[in-house]
């Protein structure tokens, strides 16, 4: 079965960086959508990137641009997330997901961010900028 666990949540001051980790296992072949979901308290889950494994160009989420940054890692069955410029916004538990067997794409090639197409998820990791 498909198992996501993230890490390298932490606090930091506004301005600040952050690279979180999410290691992927149970996938052994296909193509897969995987990214990153935030829920600060009080809000909706929302996603902040997404990519596909085979191709296409990630979603960021507006609010995120040009200052996060999504990357795979084929070897080590990892996808990182570097966040810079970190702003007090950013705050929220952060989730890695991934979408498998489906995964649904927009024009562009962009992975549609529907939370409802994502059904495997890690146990999220908190990210605080204060």
């Known amino acids: 079965h498909v198992q996501l666990v993230e890490s390298g949540g932490g606090s930091v001051q506004p301005g600040g960086s952050l690279n979180l980790t999410c290691v992927v296992s149970?996938?052994?072949?296909?193509?897969?959508?995987v990214g990153w979901f935030r829920e600060a308290p009080g809000k909706e889950r929302e996603a902040v990137t997404l990519?596909?494994?085979?191709?296409?160009?990630?979603y960021y989420a507006d609010a995120v641009k040009g200052r996060f940054a999504i990357s795979r890692d084929d070897a080590s069955s990892t996808q990182n997330l570097q966040m810079s410029n970190l702003k007090l916004e950013d705050s929220a538990m952060y989730y890695c997901?991934?979408?498998?067997?489906?995964?649904?794409?927009?024009?562009?090639?962009?992975?549609?961010?529907?939370?409802?197409?994502?059904?495997?998820w890690g146990r999220g990791t908190q990210v605080t900028v204060s």
């Open positions: 990519m596909n494994s085979c191709g296409g160009s990630p």
């Open positions: 149970g996938i052994t072949s296909g193509c897969y959508c």
């Open positions: 997901a991934a979408a498998y067997p489906e995964c649904t794409m927009l024009g562009g090639g962009i992975p549609r961010a529907q939370l409802d197409d994502y059904r495997h």
